[in-house]
């Protein structure tokens, strides 16, 4: 992500290091004002520092608003780029992903991993700060007197390594956080899916009970971290405390034997107490690089996710015009209206969804193109789901045909009607707001826009009455004139419509 954005990443470098050297140089700065000018000369002597103490100070702001602006430029760059690969894979992965990765591990990490890796990449420019600054007092301290440079120099990093500690089990914590954060996320997904089944059987308790203790165990997870992040913040002023104590006993030792001027003592004491900064902030990087670390791990495991069928070495394009399918026995003549019994193993198989030696075309399956084997064959399963969105739109899954022509094909001209506003109502999550067979030709007349060369269907008319469903049958058999389309149902309405092989 860093390569990504070089410019920015190299801004946010030096705008880090420039608003934190000023801090880091003031009592230097300070320091060499009391022994040239205050100690040894007059106020003619003193106003060059005047000067340029408030000359630091302007450079610290300008360089503040750029850091500020690069920081925030860099989270969002982090976060949305982590968002856009999950949700570019999950949509390549298609029919795979939730086969091999639970629904709230996804959403899990659209929630909460992406913000965590934006909240790293947001660190790095402070980071790059606090290690320059860091450098130079070192240099400083250890020309000017050796002993207290080095005391500083090597206790600085001592204080960052006493804290390192406290952050594996850190993020031990964090990471057992994340595993409950995602099972309440999966259960609550879960059961807003089957809040109509669970309202039917009088479940709403039992599942409310199963929730409850679910998420007792993800408050549970965020104390034992919140515990932990205390000690953390604790170590980070303590630590760097004694350093700095123990450079002011030296410093005033070294002072009143005469090894140091008063000068030098303030500049020492305003520089180890400065030290407090770079090591803070070494620390929050150090923390968000933990949760980045798990969030990271997440994501990689599902960018690592291959889909079932990849892209053939040589892809063979399909032959134009109508497409038959022959699976074994069952064979689906081009350019008619096949019926077969209910079977969504057949279904996935005729559509590529499953391994399997189906010829289409007369090609094997396994030798199309994806894109094109997803453009000219679809399949519309029983539990499919509708977006939420402006009904228009949604419903416009393609456009060969016009949505309102697929509307009334699917017999569903009443849906759209009893709906306020028509085409331009909001439908609501999964089409929640419409019951399940209104559902049912929703998704039947958003598979018509596209008008693919071959339609599979599974149980399309399951949820409607017989009188619809046959309005519905001899729709789509007109239709769908010319062009292959099979039904796996156990209706006999389709069946005296279709042929059987």
Known sequence: MLAARPGLTLTAAVAGACAMLPTAVMPLVVGAAIDTSIAAGGPRDLAGWIVLVPGLAAAQALASGVLNWASHTMWIHGAVSAEHAVVRHAAHLGATLPKRLPTGEVVAMGSEDVYDIGNAVETFGRTIGALTSFAVVAVVLVTITPVLGTVALVGAPLAVLGIGPLLRPLHRRKEAQRERFSEVTAMGADIVSGLRILRGVGGERQFLRRFTAVNDRVRDAGVAVGRMESWLAAAEIALPGVVTVVVTLLGARLALDGAISPGELVAF??????LVVPVRTATEAADAASAARVAAGRIDRLLRLTPEFGQPAAPVPLPEGPLSLADGPVVAPAGRLTVLPPDRALAERLT???????RIGGVPIRDVDRAELRRRVVLVLGDDQLFAGRAGTELAAGDAVPVAEAIAAADATDVIDALPGGYDAMLSE???????????RLLLARALTVDPDVLVLEEPTSAVDAHTEARIVARIAALRAGRTTVVLTSSPLWQQEGVRP
């Not at 004491?269 to 400065?274: I, M, P, Q």
């Not at 590529?352 to 189906?358: H, K, L, R, T």
């Open 352 to 358: 590529g969804y499953a391994d399997s030696d189906v």
């Open 430 to 440: 999964r089409g929640r707001s419409v019951s399940g067979g209104q559902r049912q």
């Open 269 to 274: 004491y305003g520089a180890s107490a400065f």
